[in-house]
């Protein structure tokens, strides 16, 4: 996912596969990688400097935990779709399950 600028200039690469939302009130970013970590899904809350759009990311965008992991001042959820309280002192997700058929029933 890359993010282009309106008035021209270098778009900025945010990550592989990923939702990107930024906090309700401007200050921080929150990313959740999900494909690029088959096993388990994590969600990045990364505060932004005054004025900035986009939390310092490597340039080549999130690939991996490490990359969240290695955003400063970040602060990473093991949960899908995360979305923080006032002061990112608690937060909720989505947690979902379904059940399907194994078994192949033959319908004659």
Known sequence: MKAYPVKGG???NLCT????????????????ARRMMP?????????LSHGATF????????HDRAD???????????E??????????SWAWTAAASQRNLYRIPLE
């Open 39 to 47: 096993a388990e899904t994590a969600t990045l809350d990364s505060p």
């Open 68 to 78: 969240l992991e290695a955003v400063p001042g970040a602060h990473l959820v093991l």
């Open 17 to 32: 596969s990923c939702w990107f939302l930024w906090a309700p009130d401007g200050g921080s970013a929150w990313i959740t």
């Open 80 to 89: 899908n779709r995360v979305v923080w309280g006032p002061g990112l002192t």
């Open 55 to 62: 939390p310092t990311l490597p340039p080549e965008g999130i």
């Open 10 to 12: 270098q778009p900025v």
